[in-house]
């Protein structure tokens, strides 16, 4: 046994994506997993990882561990946002159950947003020796000291073990858990920089619509990341699971620039993300960020996420200027009781004139809307399609309602028994067979999925859209889109009912 941690992600790509997971979907790097390599490096202990970009199936991943096993196992759930935590799941447990059997005295662990915050029922559906709430960094440090040492918190006094096991979950005494609290956040800017060299650009792959102006060239890719959290409280997200609480912290701009530098410069990436639920918003920083671009003059497409009340005509013009040509709004729905009821501040008028300053700069838009929140029914969800229709977006993003374990959503829909626990986390994969969202107070989970796959080929295939899209990107583009809708979503919910009523 070599004293190295392996780190991995397990993306049951298959499963969660169903039949966009080889074209259309993207293949991302994951930054959690690249930040914590990079944190252990530095801490001199050694360090290997495995993406999906290393095609490595369940069966490849165990025999590798089998013929040369580490001190130390870990499956990152994470993903490109929040929640891809709950559907990374689906993966991981399949991994565990495999490798459980035969691992040895190898130790393993789990981290992440949705473990973090359901860490018992972890346990029991992985089977790992360890789950790790919040980041991990100075955790799993502590922890690979520990397992080295043959310490386990069953070994140990409570509070000796509450110091050397911060930060952890694990089985204790008698069929109890041993669970301490939150270790404290690190500052962002002490973590060490990813390697790209290690996590290769190359082997990456942009999501289809962002390289609609060069489809065929969608590697190399590159995420970056500039803050972690996000300071606003809506009832759907989870994206401070992980932290324990509600957060927005701010990496150096500088530093985002000198990874932007090696990205573009050593590795050749046109395309990147801007992996922050919240980067565009007015203030000394984004200023630094555009004057540093500026300066550099790259021939890059950029994007990122924004909220529409953080935006302004001058501010989306000076980012389009140094490469960010795409903009995600989270706009949810346009009616306003559905809006009112999920604690969004918009109206169709604000939305009106954002999206009119956001052509003026022309940027292209990524529109995000949510399917089935609890006030929807037909005539709200059409008002929303509608709206979107008119705008004719270069992009729609259409979610069926999902309660994420961790947020206030999840915890009020349990308790108001507007659903059950769930028992499959692939429930929870936008694309894939298992899918199944929300029930709202007039529709069920079934009756919005069906809407949601039925209007999401509809708006994509639409002559006014793909006019526009051949005319803003060109005819390979369009011949991508009409092949694209070709290929409607298998969905074991619909199939079922189906088969229910040709049996009634």
């Known amino acids: 046994m070599k004293n190295r941690i392996v780190l991995l992600t397990i993306n049951d790509k298959q499963e969660l994506y169903g039949i966009t997971a080889k074209e259309y979907s993207a ?27 290393w095609g490595l199936s369940i069966n490849d991943i165990v025999e590798m561990l089998q013929k040369d096993p580490p001190v130390l196992v870990g499956v990152i759930c994470s993903g490109a946002n929040p929640s891809s935590s709950t559907m990374s799941m689906v993966g991981a447990i399949k991994f565990f159950q495999q490798y459980n059997p035969n691992k040895g005295d190898t130790k393993t662990f789990i981290l992440g947003g949705h473990p973090t915050v359901l ?85 990456y792959k942009a999501h289809n619509w962002h390289c609609f102006e060069d489809i065929e060239n969608r590697s190399p890719y590159g995420v970056i990341w500039t803050s972690f959290g996000c300071p606003y409280q809506c009832s759907f997200c989870c ?60 021939d890059v497409n950029f994007w990122a996420y924004a909220r529409m009340d953080t935006v302004t005509p001058d501010l989306l013009k000076r980012l389009r200027k140094v490469g960010v040509k795409w903009v995600a709004y989270g706009m949810e729905s346009v009616s306003q009781n559905v809006l009112t009821n999920i604690h969004k501040g918009y109206n169709r008028k604000f939305y009106d004139e954002v999206i009119d300053m956001t052509r003026d700069a022309d940027m292209s838009i990524c529109a995000d809307f949510i399917a089935g929140l609890w006030l929807d029914n037909y005539d709200t969800m059409r008002e929303t399609y509608d709206f979107a229709v008119e ?114």
């Open 239 to 298: 994206i401070n699971n992980v932290f324990g609480k509600r957060t927005y912290r701010l990496r150096d701009i500088s530093s985002v620039l000198k990874e932007i530098d090696t990205l573009v410069n050593d590795y050749g990436v046109k395309h990147i993300k801007i992996l922050d639920e919240l980067f565009i918003i007015k203030n000394k920083r984004m200023d630094e960020f555009i004057d540093g671009l500026a300066e550099r003059q790259y």
């Open 391 to 504: 705008k004719n977006f270069e992009w729609l993003n259409l979610y069926p309602a999902f309660a994420y374990p961790g947020t206030p959503m999840y915890q009020e829909y349990l308790d108001g028994e507007r659903m059950n626990s769930p028992t499959n986390w692939a429930e929870y994969s936008l694309y894939g067979y298992q899918c199944k969202g929300v029930k709202t107070k007039y529709l069920t989970s079934e009756q919005v999925l069906q809407w949601r796959d039925e209007k999401f080929l509809e708006y994509h295939s639409r002559p006014e859209y793909l006019d526009m899209i051949e005319k803003r990107f060109g005819l390979k583009t369009r011949a991508h889109m009409m092949e694209m809708t070709k290929h409607p979503l298998a969905r074991r919910i619909l199939e079922d009912n189906k088969k229910e009523l040709v049996t009634a």
């Open 119 to 203: 860490p018992e029922r972890t346990l029991e559906e992985t089977n790992v020796d360890y789950v790790i709430k919040g980041e991990g960094y100075q955790t799993i440090v502590r922890l690979y000291k520990n397992v080295i040492e043959g310490k386990h918190p069953m070994t140990m006094n409570r509070a000796d073990a509450n110091i050397d096991f911060e930060g952890v979950v694990c089985k204790y005494h008698k069929g109890e858990t041993f669970m301490t609290g939150f270790p404290p956040l690190l500052d962002v800017n002490t973590l060490p920089p990813i390697d790209w060299s290690f996590m290769k650009p190359e082997k």
């Open 27 to 53: 293949i991302q790097p994951n930054i959690s997993m690249g930040l914590l390599g990079s944190y252990l490096k530095s801490e001199d202990l050694e360090v290997d990882m495995f993406d999906e970009s």
